[in-house]
């Protein structure tokens, strides 16, 4: 393997890690937010739209990232 195949396969690690510990960091805080604003809530068109964009950027980053992984 030459140096930028390898260089590719850590950069994607690397997002995939940032991408699972955003994923991770997204559900605790939902759950501790929810704990704590029981009354406090978002419109409904409001929050499925957020989850839309956010599920979708998670998405495409995972697959962004093993992609630089396993196709070079």
Partial sequence: MDLSTILVKL???V???WTIFSIYK???GKKAEQ???KDAK???SEQILNNILLYLWLA???AF????IFNN
């Fill in 42 to 44: 978002q419109s409904l």
């Fill in 35 to 37: 704990d704590k604003n």
């Fill in 65 to 68: 990232s093993l992609g630089m």
């Fill in 11 to 13: 950069t994607g690690v």
């Fill in 15 to 17: 997002f995939l890690i």
């Fill in 60 to 62: 495409f980053m995972i």
């Fill in 26 to 28: 997204h559900f605790k």
